[in-house]
């Protein structure tokens, strides 16, 4: 089993925890760090840009990063939201083995 994270940016920290609880009921995630004040400077559409946002970390088993992404940008409140997930080289034996407790559905 192998770990992973999911990078994403929302405008508010309402809609990020929102998205996250759901993520987190879904078993999609076993973990969401809300960073507040980021600060963003951006090209959209042709037009520069800047923007206060809160970023997010999730935590994820590498085999749900897809649908975790799907999910995620699903629903995300952005048009198009900036979404980056990846598979981790290398993640401690106590977090693969709460990854793979905490994230996907529970057998037996």
Same mark, same amino acid.
């Given at each position: 089993?192998?770990?992973? #994270?999911?990078?994403?940016?929302? *405008?508010? %920290?309402?809609? $990020?925890?929102?998205? %996250?609880?759901?993520?987190?009921?879904? @078993?999609?995630?076993?973990?969401?760090?809300?960073?507040?004040?980021? @600060?963003?400077? +951006?090209?959209?559409?042709?037009?520069?840009? !800047? *923007?206060?946002?809160?970023?997010?970390?999730?935590?994820? @088993? $590498?085999? #749900?990063?897809? $649908?975790?992404?799907?999910?995620? !940008?699903? #629903?995300?409140? +952005?048009?198009?939201?900036?979404?980056?997930?990846?598979?981790?080289?290398?993640?401690? %034996?106590?977090?693969?083995?709460? #990854?793979?407790?905490?994230?996907?559905?529970?057998?037996?």
């Amino acid at each position: 089993m192998t770990a992973a #994270l999911i990078w994403c940016p929302f *405008g508010d %920290a309402q809609s $990020a925890e929102a998205v %996250a609880g759901k993520l987190l009921d879904e @078993r999609l995630i076993a973990c969401a760090n809300i960073l507040p004040a980021v @600060r963003s400077l +951006y090209r959209w559409n042709g037009e520069r840009g !800047e *923007g206060a946002e809160v970023a997010v970390l999730f935590k994820t @088993r $590498a085999d #749900l990063l897809d $649908a975790a992404v799907a999910r995620l !940008e699903a #629903l995300h409140p +952005y048009d198009a939201p900036a979404i980056a997930g990846w598979r981790c080289d290398a993640a401690g %034996a106590a977090t693969l083995g709460w #990854l793979e407790v905490d994230c996907g559905v529970l057998e037996g």
